[in-house]
Each structure stands twice: as structure tokens, then as C-alpha cells.
């Protein structure tokens, strides 16, 4: 067998018009993304082409210019609309022969289920010269194997049920034995209570370096509301050494963001506040109120909460505060619902009038009504009462579902540090 | 303005690597197709690139030679992995150049919550040379509109939270001005309380003439956890003529599905029952055990929601189920928590404690433990007091979450039914 190198990139390419509707997406290639990383092979690009030959052509030509692997998904069927063993043929520049094994293959297919097969059914069996096949145990169409020119054209069936077991089967092996040892390791950091410009103000100075290490290590910055990703990746041989070099890389990382950093392997902010509550026999309670009880419905996402949640009491009306929450109607008149003084007392009376170690209040202003000069859209006050008392007021972006999703983040972020630091 | 011709083929383009990961997947693309399609324009092409300047570049020139409308989303933050409109402005032959109008708008954003701009998001305040300003009303980068040979090149921000309220005030109105009558139009009917396959098989007999119709009506079947839609389209050029045309199929679709239909125009549950209780000046209080605080955050995500909903009790403990609803330890011990009895207590209790005129409580076993034989996971006892007073247990299949989105729905929608028929 003559020496091939190991393949390092791969774009995927999945052929069908129902993926350019609003309402289906291509999920195929999460799937395939993942399988490709554990054998070291870093996705470049997708492209997600209709059943139109010269789209799907143009597509092809620039992908087999650019990666070492290209899959495609889908496009194999037996109707006019499955152009991909056509295409596919026309830009590797072989012809498409009958393949009589194939065909009896679908033919005794049918037969099992008493059926003739239809004609249709004969461009399944077209196969472009040279390419190897990949029997499909489940469906009709083979997946096939085209090498070109030092690189890899793979042809596969789009119906997840027939896609994931060929690979598996047929793809996975011969890939893994291509690339030997060689393997892709990722670790994600999960970040809070600062924006995305400013963690990447605190980690740029750190992972500036990365590239130039020994093993070189690629740094993603991902945002979404209330919470920042930081994505580790390195490529190589030898498992070992890869996450060595990540341990290492995580750890500086980590020293450079302290307080924001919720986790080092993914773990989201509420599990990470469960765990410390759980290791300290500790049971919290939370008061709502701009929030509306979201954050009671992040902390009970978590499977086995009730070990450590009570409950809470969502006091979106005054009243509610009053009457529920014990907070004195003087102390919201002279300074209103929101406020450090009301915030501190909804956490206290939640902590005291459902029994729990630590108590958390929101109270602000999540719009887009109700804001005023002093207190603007986005004025939130959270405050702690258990493991000391703690109370802050923020000043949030963003409309009514940004306020209250921040809002939300912040106040976990401050229960998961006042019990690491406890 | 000199003629312009109408746009029929647009391609999307999602930039950054962290979409070229096992755990995320583009989904602005879904969206941005709905709304293109409406305007008479076709999704010819996605891709996906990662934070690479050289891929991009190769992408952006591909779709400029292939589509009228090309679409990138993401690469248009503050960090040096946002390259979207450095290759943009090269494959466009612009140069970049600073905007003292966009800065501005920038540093002023962040002095209204009293932060120095980091100098890196000067990055955001450069414009290729010619480009329309797109404001952006949610985020610091605006969109920019680029018109080269007869195409139009579009960059829009990543965040749903920016990109969908800039495409709808700004992109929206100057594609509809240029495409003229040419119109896509599409109505929503919202289901709850019934299967994929049940609201098929009751909406089949009246959807299956809507294609042989004058004006032919395409009907899809969506689902997710707890909900079901049904999507119906026209197309043509007479925008009176397909709004009339789906009338009269919404009409007809209404009286097959009544009770189960949530909403004709999109409106959600919690948006209609809210309604309901501001048309009856009634507020609601919720007591919530399972779901833990969704119910009370789905209601109170409505802007002014504070005019309906005076708050809860989230009662994950039963020690809160007796103290704060008011719920007999010896119910409990008699029926079991998950019960009929525990439930409409729990609906009394909320409904007097906090002074509402309707009460609802939910209480179930979301999993993953916690089921018996007698009440498997899935087992939940919804409960209403108030406009008369109802109680039903329901057995949902799914995970904890899917369970937990169900609880919600199947409670709002009794509320909504108790309202309509009172």
C-alpha cells in the first residue's frame, strides 16, 4: 500500500433542497463533526447545496481546491432530484459505469419485501469509476470512496439512520488507520459577569502565545447573554500530549479570569452552583422579581435539585413582597421596590421564611416600561443573605429578555463565589 | 434612484469556527429564510466558514458570481477573529475607513453604563468605503448594505438578539420596496394539547384541497415540546388576493382544530392569555412544583405582564407546599404529593395567599427519578381555581426538560380554556 499522509481538514457539504426551507437544518453534520475531531480532523467549512447540479458543481470544485476530505450527505436517492453521484463524477473527471453487484444487491432488497424493483432504482447502482464502494446495511444506495488527486471525495447517504452506522462501520475505520495517533482535543471555559470585549481584553495577553507553543493550541471567543465561551482546541499526535498542553493552556487561561470563570470542561453556571451547594449540605431559596422566576427554572433544570433547591417565592407584585417576603411597605417607600435595601430584605425574608442556608433576591427594572432617570431599563439590584450578605446593583443592556437573562446570570455568578470563597 | 431589478436568489453565509463544532449549529439561517421567502426570495445556498479570511474570501467571491442577495451573519465583533468586513471590503474592492458617526454611537454606549470603551472595538467603527449604515438599535455593530454590480452584499451581526430586530427594521423595508407586489405570504396557526399525528390527522381532510385551490396554499406540519404549528403559505403577486385566499384556509383550518388552537397570528399562550385575564381585569398567581419557576417566567417574558400577574410560590419542598400554600401535611400523606387532592390545594392556596382572582398549580414528576409504577415519570397534576375550578393529570412522555415544557403548556392552556368559557 503506498504511504498516504493523514488527513488534517474536511468540509462537508449536504446536498438537498428541504435544508433551504425556514424549517429543516442540517443536524448531519454536527454528528459527522464530532466523529471527525476524535480522529484529528478539524472541520473547515459547510455548505449546504438544493438538488441543482451546477450549484452542487461549483460547490465541489472549490471544496476539492481547498480540504483534504470532503463528505457529502445526501443526493443519492434513486429520483431525478439525486444528482450527487452525477456531480460528483464530472468534477473528479470519471464516468459513471453500471455496477452489476450493486444492482443485485437492490434488486434482492425489493425481493425480500416481494416487491419488483423500480427502474428508477438503476441510478443507484451507477457508480463513478474507481471509487471504492461502502455497503449500506440499512438503505439502497453504497456510500463510495473517491480518491483524487491526494485527496479524499466521500459520497454518503443523507437519512441519519442510514449515515450514522455506514460510517461507523465503513468510513471510521479507514480514516483512523490514515491517520494513526493523530487526534483533536477541545476544552471549553465558561465565563460570567463581564462582556466579550473585555474577556478577550483579560485573555488575549495569554493566549497570544498559544500558537507558537510547542503544540499549538486555537482560541475561540463565543458570546451569548449573561455568559461568555472560550473554545481550547489542539491537534496532533498523542492524546496525552494534546491535553498536557490544554491542562496547561486552561490553567493560565484560568489564572487571567478568575471571579468570571464558572468552569474549566463545560459544566454550565447552574450545575456548578448545585455541586457547592450539595458539598456544603447547603439548600437555597430565591426571591424574583423582575425576573419573573426564571432563575428558580434554571436552578430546577438541573436533574436532582431537590437536594439542594427549596423553593422560592416570585413577588412580582409589591404586595407580594410585603405579605410574602416579610419587607416592610416603609422601607419600598422611601426607596423603592428597587432598590439595595428592598433587595436585601427579599433575600433575607426568602432565607428565613422558607428555611434555607442562602437566600438571593432580584429586584429591577427589565423594560420596557417602568424605567426613570435615576433608575433606568436594565437598573437591577441583587442581593445574597446566607454565606454573609452581599448586595449589588447592576446596570444591564439589551431589552426585556437581555435584562432578564443577564440579571439571572449575574445572580448565580454571585452565590457560586460567595460559596467558593466560603 | 435609478431602476433596480427585483431580487429572486439570495445565499446566507454564517461565519465563525465555533459553528464548525460538534454543539452548535447555525440557526439564524432558518430564520433569515422565513423571512427572505416572504419577500418572494429563494434560498439558493448556505455555507458555513470559520473565523479564516482565506475561506471566506474564497465563499464571498463564489456566491458574488452565483446570487443577487448574499447574507453573512457573524464576524462583525470587536475581537481580531471578526473578519467579515475586512474581506468583505476585498472581494468588493473597498477600502476600509474609520466612521466617526459609528464610534461615536459606540463609546457612547458604553458611557451610559459608565465603562471606558476598550480600544479594540474601534474595529466595529470601520466601514468599507460606499456601504449603507445599518443601525443597530441592540448591539454596537451596525449592519452594512454594499451594492456591487448589480448585487448586494449584506453584513449582519451574529446575536439573534441584534441580528432579527435590524433585519426587521432595516433590511426588511428596503428589500420589500425593491421587490415590489412579488410577495410570499405565510400564516401561523399555535396548537397545544395534541400530537404531531392528531393535529394531522384532524387538519388533513381540510388542508389536503388548499393545493388544488385558485390560489394554491402549501400546508406544514411543525412540531416542538408542547406545541404544534401550522405554517401555511401563498405565493403570487397580489398581496390582497393571498391574504384573502389564507383567510378563508385559517378559517376553515380554525373550526377543525377549535380548542387546541392557540392563536391564528402567531400570538403565543402566554401573550393570549394574558389578554384574556387584562380584557377580564383578573390577575393569576401560579404555585409551581415540578416546573420549578418556567410557568411563572414564560408568563412574565410579556411586556407588561406586571398588569396580569402578581407572582408565586414555587414549592420544590413540600415543607414550602405546607407553610407557604397552606397544603395539609396529612393531604400529603394521604395522596402523595403528585395527587389530585395536593394539587387543587395548592391552586386554593396561591390563589388566596397572594390575593389572586386565579390560581394554578402544577405538580409532577419530571424525572429522570423520582417515578413509581403507580405515577411513572412523566405523572402531572395540573389544577385551576379560580374561574370555576378544574384539575387533570396528565402522563407526558420525554425527558425531565420535555416533561417540564409540557407541565407549562398543557397549565396555560387550561387557563386559556377556563377564561374563554367563563
Known amino acids: 500500500m503506498a504511504r498516504v499522509s493523514p488527513i488534517r481538514t474536511a468540509e462537508i457539504v449536504a446536498v438537498g433542497s428541504e435544508l433551504l426551507t425556514p424549517h429543516r437544518s442540517d443536524t448531519n453534520s454536527l454528528w459527522l463533526t464530532g466523529r471527525l475531531n476524535d480522529l484529528g480532523i478539524d472541520v473547515r467549512l459547510k455548505s449546504i447545496v438544493g438538488d441543482d447540479a451546477a450549484d452542487l458543481e461549483s460547490v465541489l470544485r472549490l471544496a476539492l ?31 459513471l459505469e453500471l455496477n452489476e453487484g450493486v444492482l443485485e444487491k437492490i434488486r434482492s432488497r425489493f425481493a425480500r419485501r ?11 447502482a451507477m457508480v463513478p469509476s474507481g471509487a471504492a464502494l461502502l455497503p449500506n446495511p440499512v438503505g439502497t444506495a453504497p456510500g463510495l470512496w473517491i480518491e483524487t488527486d491526494e485527496r479524499v471525495l466521500l459520497l454518503l447517504p443523507g437519512p441519519p439512520r442510514e449515515l450514522f452506522p455506514l460510517f461507523d462501520a465503513q468510513v471510521q475505520p479507514r480514516l483512523a488507520e490514515r491517520n494513526g495517533a493523530q487526534r483533536l482535543r477541545r476544552r471549553v471555559l465558561r465565563l460570567t459577569g463581564l462582556s466579550e470585549s473585555a474577556a478577550d481584553e483579560r485573555a488575549q495577553p495569554v493566549y497570544s502565545g498559544f500558537l507558537s507553543e510547542t503544540i499549538p493550541i ?42 468570571h470563570l464558572i468552569s474549566e470542561d463545560g459544566r454550565t453556571l447552574e450545575q456548578v452552583v448545585g455541586e457547592l451547594l450539595e458539598a456544603r449540605a447547603m439548600r437555597i431559596a430565591v426571591a424574583e422579581s423582575c425576573t419573573g422566576g426564571i432563575a428558580l427554572g434554571r436552578l430546577t433544570d438541573v436533574p436532582g435539585s431537590s ?32 432598590s439595595e435595601p428592598v433587595g436585601q430584605a427579599m433575600a433575607a425574608g426568602v432565607r428565613e421564611r ?6 438571593v433576591a432580584i429586584t429591577g427594572i427589565a ?4 424605567g ?7 437598573t437591577v439590584v441583587i442581593a445574597l443573605d446566607g454565606p454573609g450578605r452581599v448586595v449589588r446593583t447592576f446596570a444591564f443592556a439589551g431589552d426585556r429578555s437581555m435584562v432578564r437573562v443577564q440579571s439571572v446570570a449575574a445572580a448565580l455568578n454571585m452565590v457560586r463565589i460567595a460559596l467558593t470563597s466560603s
Chains 1, 2 share one sequence.
Do not use: C, F
Open 65 to 95: 481546491a481547498r480540504a483534504e476530505l470532503i463528505i457529502t450527505t445526501g443526493g443519492l436517492g434513486p429520483t431525478v432530484d439525486d444528482l450527487t453521484r452525477d456531480v460528483a463524477a464530472r468534477v473528479t473527471g470519471r464516468t
Open 114 to 124: 416481494g416487491l419488483p424493483m423500480p427502474e428508477t432504482n438503476v441510478r443507484q
Open 218 to 259: 486555537q482560541t475561540t471567543i463565543l458570546a451569548t447573554p449573561g455568559q461568555i465561551e472560550l473554545h481550547l482546541t489542539a491537534a496532533g499526535a498523542g492524546p496525552e500530549a494534546l491535553d498536557a498542553a490544554l491542562d496547561s493552556g486552561v490553567r493560565r487561561l484560568a489564572d487571567a479570569l478568575r471571579d
Open 307 to 338: 437536594a439542594w433547591v427549596i423553593g422560592g417565592i416570585v413577588a412580582y407584585d409589591n404586595a407580594v413582597k410585603i405579605a410574602e417576603l416579610g419587607v416592610s411597605p416603609a422601607l419600598i417607600e422611601a426607596h423603592g421596590a428597587v
Open 354 to 359: 422558607l428555611g434555607a442556608d442562602v437566600g
Open 367 to 370: 423594560g420596557p416600561t417602568g
Open 372 to 378: 426613570t432617570p435615576a433608575k433606568p431599563v436594565g
